[in-house]
């Protein structure tokens, strides 16, 4: 069965420190991946994509994530937390190129302490 | 962000109430979607409309009815809700060509039922 799993529901870190937010998607074609963010009372902003080029993805905000297919991870990274990073990240599954079959996960909690 | 508007923003509502939620797409994408997030609870695709045809119904109740006139506008229909169907509502588009294209989301109706 195809899935994605954000392995954490809240990850708190303190302003100035990496991020990391983890995700695990189960699949048994290649798939398209993304990470959106979802400020309070706002909807879902794009963050990054990868789509079967380059395994290190550059996104907004200095964000960046690694497809890794050995271990079909999809991490989020930041080497250092801004407070405005402080929202629900979700990472999403776009699965055998069909239009709509968007798989999202749980969603992740960010909080960034000063 | 201004490339998909939805309205109303907020909307309260009775069990017995009629209303629509609007989305309008400003990026000449052909495919719209809705969505309905519900606190801890991953997004639910609800209905997919490709070229102004429905592609897609995840056995949405039929008190949710939507409608798409054109390529750029999508509604939502609401009757005779129930208080479990309060969440927040995202419409978003996309361009449909190889089936890996990204969605981009409108800012969401926050629904709540009485």
């Known amino acids: 069965a195809q899935s994605v799993t954000q392995l954490d529901s809240h990850v708190s870190v303190s302003e100035g420190t990496p991020v990391l937010l983890r995700c695990n998607y189960s699949?048994?074609?290649?798939?398209?991946l993304f990470w959106y963010v979802q400020h309070p009372n706002k909807g879902l902003q794009l963050l990054l994509k990868y789509t079967s080029a380059a395994t290190l993805v550059k996104g907004i905000n200095g964000f960046e994530a690694e497809f890794k297919k050995s271990e079909t991870s999809f991490h989020l990274t930041k080497p250092s937390a801004h407070m405005s990073d402080a929202a629900e990240y979700f990472c999403v599954v776009l699965f055998g190129g069909s239009q709509g079959n968007l798989i999202f996960g749980k969603g992740t909690k960010l909080s960034v302490k000063p | 962000e201004t490339g998909v508007t939805q309205t109303p923003r907020h909307l309260v509502m009775g069990m017995t109430n009629k209303k629509s939620l609007k989305c309008e797409q400003h990026?000449?994408?052909?495919?719209m979607y809705w969505y309905k997030q519900s606190a801890k609870k991953p997004l639910e695709l609800m209905f997919v409309y490709n070229f102004k045809e429905q592609t897609e119904n995840n056995s949405v109740p039929s008190r949710f009815s939507p409608e798409c006139p054109n390529s750029s506008h999508l509604f939502l229909h609401l009757h005779t809700l129930q208080p479990e169907d309060s969440a927040l509502y995202l419409c978003a588009s996309s361009q449909v060509l190889s089936g890996k294209e990204t969605q981009y989301f409108g800012p969401g109706t926050r629904l709540l039922v009485l």
């Open positions: 699949s048994s074609y290649s798939p398209s």
């Open positions: 990026l000449g994408h052909n495919a």
